[in-house]
């Protein structure tokens, strides 16, 4: 059963607008963490944003805000005022395990994000 | 800065070479990832490393081998490459105290684009 689903392969949002980039993730485990990564045309995946399980407020990190359900096992990534350098592949990913142990991400499929002028 | 380094960023070869991709990493990180990525499955897991010497199968470990004889280099090795392993090549680490970044997460290479002939 896949672990991280994101439905959207690819997305459009016009420059200066805001956009939402769905994620929802299925574990049993109590402790886990969120991750989304951008993935430019040049091929470097660039980490953005953590969310873990047992943090209380939403994670945001200057224009990226991850909206975080956890009852609905959702973490969809929120870009405000997209400009066009955010047009890339944009991946989310889980950590199913605490922090400190052994632990490995495991990703989603991806959305592409096209942002026009 | 972490510096996550692969030694080839395109790779041709021929059905049946054997075929080296290196990763060397300069943060003295224990664990070490190779993950596949293809388009609308997103990153896979190949191999991963706790330590020197030390290895463990991903999720899809057939067709590849790995070694990690020293602890800033991991290399992953196709021993007679297929055409179904035309693919994009994305090594990552990160340190074992993952607490040490505060969000845990992985740092990744350029990647490594490969083509089976």
């Known amino acids: 059963a896949q672990k991280i689903t994101q439905t959207q392969p690819g997305m459009f949002v016009q420059e200066k607008e805001a956009v939402t980039l769905d994620c929802t993730y299925d574990?049993?485990?109590?402790?886990?963490?969120l991750f989304w990564y951008k993935q430019p045309s040049s091929g470097e995946m660039i980490f953005l944003i953590y969310q873990g399980s047992y943090d209380q407020q939403n994670a945001t990190e200057g224009r990226y805000s991850l909206n975080f359900q956890k009852a609905r096992k959702s973490a969809n990534l929120v870009i405000s005022a997209s400009q066009l350098g955010d047009s890339a592949m944009y991946f989310c990913?889980?950590?199913?395990?605490?922090?400190?142990?052994?632990?490995?991400?495991?990703f989603g499929s991806g959305t592409r994000l096209l942002v026009r002028p | 800065d972490v510096k996550v380094t692969q030694s080839s960023r395109y790779l041709v070869k021929r059905t049946g070479e054997k075929v080296f991709l290196e990763c060397v990493q300069d943060m003295d990180h224990e664990n070490m990832f190779w993950y596949r990525q293809d388009p609308g499955l997103g990153l896979r897991l190949i191999y991963f490393?706790?330590?020197?010497?030390?290895?463990e199968k991903g999720d899809i470990p057939e067709g590849y081998s790995v070694s990690r004889e020293k602890k800033e280099r991991f290399s992953l090795i196709l021993e007679s490459a297929s055409t179904n392993q035309t693919s994009m090549y994305l090594c990552?680490?990160?340190?074992?105290?993952?607490?040490?970044?505060?969000?845990?997460?992985?740092?990744f290479g350029e990647g490594s684009r490969l083509t089976v002939l």
């Open positions: 574990t049993s485990d109590p402790s886990y963490g």
């Open positions: 990913a889980m950590r199913e395990a605490p922090m400190d142990s052994s632990y490995k991400l495991i």
């Open positions: 490393s706790y330590d020197v010497k030390m290895k």
């Open positions: 990552a680490s990160r340190p074992r105290l993952a607490r040490l970044t505060n969000t845990g997460e992985l740092f």
